[in-house]
């Protein structure tokens, strides 16, 4: 069961991945700053808020990143 469930999420993540590759530098660093604050928040603060907190203040960020 473990195997299944690591194979899907690896699929999962190369899916999204791939998607990804004819978006712009800017919405780039938004979606890589909403990644890493949303986890950010997750270590951080450990709730649902938090996480969302961080996604939105990280893709806020990563999105001025380079202006």
């Known amino acids: 069961m473990k195997k299944t469930v690591k194979f899907l999420g690896i699929v999962t993540l190369v899916v999204a991945l791939g998607a990804c590759s004819n978006l712009s530098k800017t919405q780039k660093n938004t979606a890589i700053g909403a ?3 949303g986890v950010a928040g ?4 450990g709730s649902t808020g938090a996480t969302l907190g961080g996604a ?3 893709g806020l960020i990563g999105s001025q990143v380079g202006k």
């Open 35 to 37: 990644a890493v604050g």
């Open 56 to 58: 939105a203040l990280g």
């Open 42 to 45: 997750n270590v951080i603060g």
